[in-house]
């Protein structure tokens, strides 16, 4: 059965003078990388550990975290990438839920780390991957390669955990989703036909490292012996620059993302002639931006992938030549890969005919093992090996995919998922706040803007920035309400008692083509 630790020990086989990976001036061949990942997991192997317990990232891109996400599976442990833009109690909870025993972290998140060293009782050993001095409290990542040899990789392959990746829940917490080796595998595959890259492209992580959607491109990239190249964060302008003098072929950017870089002043002198290929998901695509982006760069091809993390993540993806094609083309999501299959099912569980929305079930060897530590949650969205998606969707004739609404209650805002009880649960929480919804609006930039309505205890007042002083620190910056509504009437409910958010979207939504940003 196919592992991580194999696709290291293929590309250092197959390729191993060709380029795996640069960052900040340090350079490494396919072998050199091998040697390095096998080194470092064989100290991780020797903290004892027992097989599948769980190791954190708490890092910004760079050729550090690469090495570190190989080498904890490597070792025969679970990694567990935490999101850089959460708050210290998110990543507490997400440590303490998943039992995490050690964590990688770099210069920009030392003073959490030590935090979380403190408050997390799991968290024993945290290891320092950034540039500067190693604090005394932290193990060094270059001594942890320099002092061990190299190891044989750990024999969990195929349907064992290898990660567990949090994202947001819908009881106010996040859900950590289990991945296995062959299902991050099986993804990566599937959008090899799409993606097209070779051992010569050169794939450049801009979008954070963290998410599942960059791990798809890395997964692509490895999987082809490609060369990769970090930024420690998405600054446009250094992507740009960043593509023309490293000859980038491929990347992978969310439509916010494309949006900053077409509105750049240097977007339309800049040297992008060896760029074939962005790939985009994560959020809608404003039909504007797309548009721009093939008059301004048309001979970059363009492809989107659709997914979430339950499905490692890619389901569907939309190729450069449909892109080409145009017209209502352009609002689908694409086809399935060939790794998997797609339902549209009604509510009364029958399957959709064409052209009739119903919710997006998928199957295939890239379905996720389960939420960690949620059976029930778990019991609703696995059903019979298909992954109840909790978005809805249609089929044409052609066998295209298009997301309409969104079954879930969730806000997709420049790339991110926001689940809107976590929100919720800050808001009402400020002793002036009687109920609230929060819903996502249409935002050109974002997709989608968190928007909080609010309904105030008789005779309370409050202004917008008091209700943000409350919620930050509870809630990464991403998640607080960019706007908010007061309203004197009770929030509409249905019979069953539950918020209609369909009615209080109804104002910003109006006359769009796709409900969902």
Same mark, same amino acid.
């Given at each position: 059965m196919i592992s991580m630790p194999q696709m290291i020990e293929r590309a250092a086989r197959l390729n191993p003078q060709g380029l795996a990976t640069r960052c900040d001036g340090r350079q490494h061949n396919w072998q050199e990388t091998g040697t390095r990942?096998?080194?470092l997991g064989g100290s991780l192997r020797g903290l004892q550990f027992g097989?599948?317990?769980?190791?954190?990232?708490?890092?910004?891109?760079?050729?550090?975290?690469?090495?570190?996400?190989?080498?904890?599976?490597?070792?025969?442990?679970?990694?567990?990438?935490?999101?850089?833009?959460?708050?210290?109690?998110?990543?507490?909870?997400?440590?303490?839920?998943s039992g995490t025993r050690a964590l990688f972290f770099d210069d920009s998140f030392a003073a959490q780390a030590h935090e979380l060293l403190d408050s997390v009782e799991s968290l024993t050993v945290a290891i320092y991957m950034g540039e500067g001095g190693c604090p005394s409290w932290a193990q060094s990542f270059e001594s942890m390669i320099e002092q061990a040899e190299p190891s044989t990789a750990s024999q969990r392959c195929g349907e064992d955990m290898a990660g567990i990746f949090y994202t947001g829940g819908t009881?106010?917490?996040?859900?950590?989703v289990m991945q296995s080796h062959r299902a991050i595998w099986a993804s990566a595959l599937g959008s090899v036909p799409y993606f097209k890259m070779g051992r010569d492209s050169i794939y450049l992580h801009a979008a954070p490292m963290f998410h599942m959607a960059d791990l798809a491109g890395s997964m692509g990239a490895t999987l082809n012996c490609a060369g990769n190249v970090m930024l420690a964060s998405f600054?446009?302008?250094?992507?740009? #620059? /960043?593509?023309?003098?490293?000859?980038? +072929?491929?990347?992978?950017?969310?439509?916010?993302? $494309?949006?900053?870089?077409l509105?750049?002043?240097?977007?339309s002198s800049a040297d992008v002639s060896s760029l074939e290929c962005i790939l985009y998901g994560a959020s809608p695509m404003p039909a504007a931006t797309l548009e721009q982006c093939m008059s301004i760069?048309?001979?970059?091809?363009?492809?989107?992938?659709?997914? #979430? /993390?339950?499905?490692?993540?890619?389901? +569907?993806?939309?190729?450069?030549?449909?892109?080409? $094609?145009?017209?209502?083309?352009?609002?689908?999501?694409?086809?399935?890969?060939?790794?998997?299959?797609?339902?549209?099912?009604g509510a009364d569980g029958e399957d959709c005919t064409v052209g009739v929305s119903g919710e997006v079930v998928v199957r295939g060897p890239h379905t996720m093992l389960g939420?960690?530590?949620?059976?029930?949650?778990?019991?609703?969205?696995?059903?019979?090996?298909?992954?109840?998606?909790?978005?809805?969707?249609?089929f044409d004739d052609d066998g295209f995919l298009y997301i309409v609404d969104r079954v879930k209650d969730m806000v997709v805002t420049g790339g991110e998922n926001v689940f809107t009880t976590e929100v919720e649960n800050a808001v009402i929480s400020h002793p002036a706040v009687q109920d609230v919804a929060v819903i996502g609006i249409p935002h050109d930039d974002w997709g989608e803007a968190v928007h909080a309505i609010v309904v105030l205890h008789e005779g309370q007042s409050v202004s917008d920035d008091d209700l943000l002083a409350h919620c930050r620190g509870q809630i990464a910056g991403y998640k607080l309400p960019k706007g908010f509504t007061y309203r004197a009437d009770p929030l509409p409910l249905s019979g069953a008692g539950k918020v209609l958010k369909t009615e209080l979207r109804k104002p910003w939504w109006k006359g769009r083509d796709r409900h969902v940003g």
């Open positions: 990942i096998s080194r097989d599948g317990e769980r190791v954190g990232i708490l890092s910004l891109n760079s050729d550090r975290y690469y090495e570190a996400l190989f080498a904890i599976v490597w070792a025969g442990y679970c990694v567990v990438p935490l999101n850089t833009r959460w708050a210290v109690p998110e990543n507490d909870y997400a440590l303490k839920d009881t106010g917490f996040p859900k950590g600054e446009p302008g250094q992507v740009l #620059q /960043t593509i023309a003098n490293e000859g980038i +072929t491929h990347t992978l950017l969310v439509p916010a993302m $494309i949006k900053m870089a509105n750049h002043p240097q977007a760069w048309p001979t970059v091809g363009l492809v989107q992938a659709y997914g #979430q /993390t339950e499905l490692a993540p890619v389901v +569907t993806m939309l190729s450069a030549e449909d892109h080409r $094609i145009g017209g209502q083309r352009l609002k689908s999501a694409g086809r399935p890969t060939p790794v998997n299959d797609i339902r549209i099912v939420y960690w530590n949620k059976p029930d949650e778990t019991m609703k969205a696995l059903q019979n090996g298909w992954v109840f998606t909790g978005d809805a969707g249609l």
